[in-house]
């Protein structure tokens, strides 16, 4: 194919002219490919994208708190953008200030200031240090992605043994502990005690250290929040005793499935799981019981 020479007759075949459109629009769809690579339909994968604002480099698969979002709707130009494209936010490394804070996981090397993709939700690898070979989630401590038995990412697959281990981390599968739980009594490993639950208000409402209501009659009464050491497989129970005209009500760790009398009300409110090698806690089994705790016997 040969140019043409300025005053020279040109007549276009249109085969040739055809081609040259073919090529403009396969142009004009590779440049907007690029320049919407941030579209917000690709969010629906679960990725967004990250800026590595730490002040270090940020390796592959590593965890990366999301910060202030870069681009805010605070003018017309910047509120189509912010509606049209993935968010981008700021990253920043885990410290124990921001570890319960949103987090990504990095899918690229990410350089200081540079732009990269991270999974919110979704599979991805991941590096988590493995305390107990029983645990079945993670979550963030101040530095890492730790073994737990209950946290925001279940754990697919991993290594053998403890310790920093590859493994396949499900992004949005917690769920063991009463995560997914939404309701008073809610059962959840206490963070700042190892081999310990606590038993929680679930649902935030009640406020004031408490964690359910229990009913009996026109008798209510509710019940303060609970910490309990775990040294073996427990059944964790309410129990309730009616006595001097007045109800008293406990939380207890049993290591024998509880007995159900006429003395006393009893519920079952889980089960905490004991790796017996490790004499480490294992998985809590929530048991949803509806949020308060009717008694009806004595109703």
Request: hydrophobic residues 35%.
């Amino acid at each position: 194919m040969k140019k043409v020479i300025t005053g020279e007759t040109f007549k276009v075949k249109a085969s040739t002219w055809n081609t040259f459109i073919d090529a403009a629009n396969h142009y004009k769809n590779t440049q907007m490919s690029l320049g919407s690579g941030a579209l917000r339909g690709n969010a629906k994968t679960g990725i967004v994208l990250v800026q590595n604002d730490s002040g270090e480099l940020l390796e592959q698969f590593s965890p990366v708190i999301l910060d202030d979002l870069i681009i805010q709707p605070d003018d017309d130009e910047k509120e189509q953008e912010f509606k049209s494209r993935v968010p981008v936010f700021s990253g920043k490394k885990v410290s124990a200030d921001n570890k319960d804070m949103p987090f990504a996981i990095l899918q690229t090397p990410l350089e200081l200031e540079k732009i990269g993709k991270a999974l919110l939700l979704g599979v991805t690898p991941a590096k988590i240090n493995i305390g107990n070979e029983s645990h079945e989630y993670a979550k963030l401590d101040a530095s890492e992605l730790v073994s737990t038995s209950s946290g925001v990412g279940r754990i697919l697959w991993k290594e053998s043994g403890t310790g920093e281990k590859w493994a396949l981390l499900q992004l949005g599968g917690g769920g063991s502990g009463g995560n997914n739980y939404s309701g008073f009594f809610r059962l959840t490993a206490d963070e700042d005690n190892e081999n310990s639950i606590k038993i929680i208000d679930g649902s935030d409402t009640l406020g004031g250290g408490d964690c359910g209501i229990f009913v009996s009659g026109i008798d209510k009464i509710t019940v303060p929040e609970k910490t309990l050491s775990i040294t073996a497989e427990s059944y964790i129970v309410f129990e309730a005793v009616y006595a001097d005209d007045e109800w008293t009500a406990e939380i207890k760790a049993e290591t024998s499935f509880p007995e159900f009398t006429a003395e006393k009300f009893t519920a079952l409110l889980g089960v905490v799981k004991w790796n017996s090698e490790e004499k480490v806690m294992g998985e809590i089994v929530q048991i949803w019981n509806n949020g308060i705790i009717y008694n009806n016997r004595y109703s």
